[in-house]
C-alpha cells in the first residue's frame, strides 16, 4: 500500500510564505504523476498544482511544486498568501487508475 505523508502546514500572516512537503513511501518514479490538492471550508477538493505540470490559475506565479528523487519528496512552496489559501492541503499520487491520498496538512492564512 503506498502512503503519503503531508507536513508543514500552519498559521501564516497574508503575504507570508509556507512549504509544504509530501514523503512517499517508495519512489516517486513510480507513480505517473503527483500533485497537491486543497479543500477549503465550505468548497469541494480543488487541484492546485501537479507535476508533469499544471498550476491552478488560482496559485500560478504565486506558489511552485517540487520534488526531490533521492529523497522521495514533494514540495509545494507557497508564497504571496492569501486569506482564500486557507484550506487542507493533501498529496495525491496516480499510478494508473490508482490515486492515492495523504492526511492532509492544514493551512490558515489570517493576520
Known amino acids: 500500500q503506498v502512503q503519503l505523508v503531508e507536513s508543514g502546514g500552519g498559521l501564516v500572516q497574508p503575504g507570508g510564505s509556507l512549504r509544504l512537503s509530501c514523503a512517499a513511501s517508495?519512489?516517486?518514479?513510480?507513480?505517473?504523476?503527483m500533485g497537491w490538492y486543497r479543500q477549503a471550508p465550505g468548497k469541494q477538493r480543488e487541484l492546485v498544482a501537479r507535476i508533469y505540470t499544471n498550476y491552478a490559475d488560482s496559485v500560478k506565479g504565486r506558489f511552485t511544486i517540487s520534488r526531490d528523487n533521492a529523497e522521495n519528496m514533494v514540495y509545494l512552496q507557497m508564497s504571496s498568501l492569501k486569506p482564500e489559501d486557507t484550506a487542507v492541503y493533501y498529496c495525491?499520487?496516480?499510478?494508473?487508475?490508482?490515486?492515492?491520498w495523504g492526511k492532509g496538512t492544514l493551512v490558515t492564512v489570517s493576520s
Open positions: 517508495r519512489s516517486i518514479f513510480s507513480f505517473n504523476a
Open positions: 495525491n499520487a496516480a499510478l494508473g487508475s490508482a490515486n492515492y
